[in-house]
């Protein structure tokens, strides 16, 4: 039986359900759309292995510790701070943590909203009907996208309004598998046509000398962004995680799991570019340089879908849109977690109120965002590549210096009693200590450096 104060605030039901969750949370709109497109504006595989390698020496280490600090205090990210020091600092970081999920879903739910539109697109392209077809695609229209926006955010409140085991777990449960599914089964069909090789040659075939300063940081915050680290969305999902769980190897199954779906998307769009060319579709840019952007998902796939034709072209076009947008629907629930489990928490409001309240809010700026869409960009760049970096090194310097590692460790021991003489701890107190933080920094002030430069 769980306890009374984890019962008020919800639980996951089973291991399987959480991991589904956080996985959910991971996998979404960034390894589907964001990862391809910043691995095409970065020379293919040479990004892919730099990614990969910062997935595993910063990502993983930062969502161990973001579990730990959840799963410690039983609370959102303000809540989690203040509970575990007595620092008037890190409350604060807290609250940029909350700013940071406001942020990104206010612009998740318009690119999410477009995957929706899309869909549609499929269809009465399908059934000849054309002007619908290109009203409904018509990125530029401001009310389009603030219509979109407003259905996709109602949808997150819809599902958050039912709690965490009710609302949250069982809608990824049904979801996950059918997305891994969905796309195995894609990925099985694009590799045989005509074209594909071309772009398994770009997409695994690293060219080195395309690594520079603007690909590493590129590849930083698109590790941030894609494990969902650095906002303190595992801080929450991991306040609701039960005290048998063993926290080093549920965030191994995440980290796996959103790795191994950022992959498999490469798979399947990388080919797919290199086919629509094959049959014609312009995908270069004038100076030689791939499309990329909004382009690449939203300008050379459905073309490529309408040329498959007939029934095929309709069922992978439309399916593929549907699938884009389960993976952003289990990812945007999770960004608005985050805000509500702190008005939860910390305003004493109860969870449908709090869930219509914060989705309502940000609807508003996602509107503002829908008639002008090229601040998409500019707030992905501060709060996706800036933002969740810095909230991530507080975070390293949060657990190594203010509450220390040997707290840490209590909270690891439930569920991974050997923490004591496994290799894992030390090694995992040397990254969170030094190794990420130092590294961040680093990273964080190239980027500082290369923006007023
Ligand atoms: N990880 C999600 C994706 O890849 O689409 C986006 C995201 C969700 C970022 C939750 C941050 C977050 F806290």
């Known amino acids: 039986m769980a306890t009374q104060t984890t019962n008020t605030r919800g639980n996951w039901n089973s291991k399987l359900g959480f991991v589904l969750a956080a996985a959910g949370s991971a996998v979404g709109l960034g390894n589907i759309w964001r ?24 990502g993983y280490p930062v969502m161990v510790a973001e579990l730990s600090i959840g799963r410690s205090s039983k609370k959102n990210p303000v809540g989690a701070f203040r509970a575990l020091s007595n620092s008037k600092f890190f409350p604060i970081v807290g609250f940029w943590c909350v700013l940071c999920g406001i942020a990104i879903l206010s612009f998740y739910v318009i690119v999410a909203g477009w995957t929706l539109s899309y869909f549609f697109e499929q269809i009465f392209h399908y059934a000849g009907m054309m002007e619908a077809a290109q009203w409904i695609s018509a990125l530029d229209n401001g009310l389009l996208n603030a219509t979109v926006a407003i259905i996709f955010m109602a949808l997150t409140v819809w599902i958050i309004l039912g709690g965490v085991s ?21 990925i099985v069909y694009v590799l045989f046509q005509p074209g594909a ?56 199954y995440v980290t796996f799991a959103d790795i191994g779906i950022a992959f498999l998307a490469g798979l399947l769009i990388m080919p797919a570019i290199f086919m629509a060319q094959a049959q014609g579709v312009e995908v270069f840019n004038e100076d030689g340089s791939l499309f990329a952007g909004v382009a690449l998902i939203f300008q050379i796939l459905p073309e ?21 947008s389960i993976a952003a629907l289990t990812s945007s629930i999770s960004l608005l977690e985050v805000p509500t489990s702190y008005v939860i928490d910390e305003h004493k409001v109860r969870r449908k109120r709090a869930a219509i309240y914060v989705g309502s809010a940000v609807t508003v700026i996602s509107i503002v ?21 810095l909230g991530g090194l507080m975070m390293c310097i949060f657990l190594g210096y203010v509450w220390k590692m040997e707290r840490a460790k209590d909270e690891l021991r439930q569920g991974f009693e050997n923490v004591d003489n496994s290799k894992f701890f030390p090694v995992w107190s040397i990254f969170i200590r030094f190794i990420c933080p130092a590294l961040i920094i680093l990273i964080l002030s190239m980027t500082v450096y290369n923006a007023v430069t």
Not at 35 to 58: D, H, K, R, S, W
Not at 172 to 178: A, D, H, N, S
């Open 35 to 58: 990862f391809p497109t910043v691995m095409a504006e970065n020379g293919g595989a040479a990004f892919l292995l730099v990614y990969a390698l910062l997935v595993f020496i910063i």
């Open 166 to 186: 009710d609302g949250i777990e069982r809608t990824v449960k049904f979801l996950m598998p059918l997305l891994l599914i969905v796309m195995v089964i894609m």
């Open 304 to 324: 490529l879908f309408h040329n498959m034709g007939g029934v095929i072209g309709l069922i992978f076009g439309a399916t593929f849109f549907l699938l884009l």
């Open 197 to 252: 090789g071309e772009g398994i040659r770009v997409y695994l075939v690293p060219d080195f000398s395309a690594i520079d300063g603007d690909l590493i940081l590129s590849a930083l915050g698109q590790a941030f962004f894609s494990l969902s680290l650095g906002m303190g969305a595992l801080i929450t999902y991991g306040s609701y995680l039960s005290r048998k769980e063993n926290i080093p190897e549920v965030g191994g």
């Open 369 to 389: 965002i829908a008639f002008d869409t090229s601040l998409i960009g500019t707030i992905d760049f501060i709060f996706s590549d800036i933002g969740l970096p």
